[in-house]
Structures are given as structure tokens and as C-alpha cells.
């Protein structure tokens, strides 16, 4: 698939948090369980700021004649972003503060976050994320809706790491500098 239509399947998959979650359903969870879910928000939001961050890092190093390629990479900052406010508000949801950042972590993802090669780096993102997370969640509102969404817009937004890493070894053209050089690969990956 390429990124023209990668993006315009990710931009029409788009949704609201405000209203695509039943953020006035009305649930009580334990005490203990409400606070391992403040505890798991917190780190989703961890790994979606720095979800946010490599696309973005990305996007700066790239040749202006891939812009369907720029797109894709804003449109999952976006995502990112998108994901960040959802986690944010269901962790404050019945709670007055996040759960702890640790220090590990916190190092963990400020490797990832500076790993130069954007497939690695995207790679281990999808392996720490939400992705296996998000869907242990306790199937209950608001959760339910938040796993659904993150599950959809994950599919839309270039899902697939395996399929960026085959492309992604097969050429890194599209940090190179020049116009022409970028034009050699793509005429490259058309014929391979």
C-alpha cells in the first residue's frame, strides 16, 4: 500500500474522544483495581508521548518530494497525540492525580525516543505501546470504548511494523538530501 492511500485511510478513520467514548457511563471499580488503572494510563501515556515524538523527529529529516510520506508521519503524531488526551482523561477520570513515572521507564523510552533508526525505533514503540496493553483492559465503560477506538485508529494509522521494517530495509532513500537521489529510489522501489 502506499502512503497516499495509507493516509487518506488513516485521515478517514479519524475520531473524537469526546464522543467516540461513554465518558457519562456510570461503573465502580474497587478501589485498588481503579488505581492499577491510573497506574496503566499512566504508562500508555508515557509510550504515547514518545509514539508522538519519533514521527515527529521523522518528519524533519525528510525530503519535501515525500510529502504523502510526511503526511502519514503528521497523522500519527496526531493519533499520538489523540491517544495522550484519551489515557489522560480516563486516568483523571475518578482520580485527582497520575500514577508514578518511573525512573526505568522513563530511561527505557528516552532510548527509544533518540534511537536514530526510525523503523527500530517504531518497531519497539509498537512492542512497548498500547498495542498489548490496551487490551487487557477491563472490558467496562469508559474502558471499552478506549480500547476500541485505540484498536481501530492503530489499524488506520500504518499498523504493521513488520511491513515497515521489510520496506524500510529494502531503502533509506527518504532521508536523502536531494531531490534527485530521492527520485533514483523511487524509481528504484517501482521496479524491485
Known sequence: MDAGRIYAQGAAAQW????????????????????????????LMENETASLLVPGRLVSQLHPHFREVMQVLALQAADEARHIEVFTRRALFKRKDLGLSTAGGQ??????????????????????????????????????????CHGVQTCCSGRGPARRIRHGASSRAYLSGSRHSAQALKCRAAAS
Open 16 to 43: 473524537d474522544p469526546a464522543t467516540a467514548i461513554s465518558w457519562n457511563a456510570k461503573f465502580d471499580l474497587p478501589f485498588e483495581v481503579e488505581d492499577a488503572v491510573v497506574q496503566i494510563m499512566t504508562y
Open 107 to 148: 530511561t527505557s523510552l528516552k532510548t527509544l525516543v533518540e534511537e536514530p533508526d526510525f523503523t527500530i525505533a517504531s518497531f519497539l514503540l509498537s512492542v512497548l505501546g498500547g498495542r498489548l496493553l490496551v487490551a487487557a483492559l477491563v472490558p467496562r465503560p469508559p474502558c471499552s470504548g478506549l480500547c476500541h
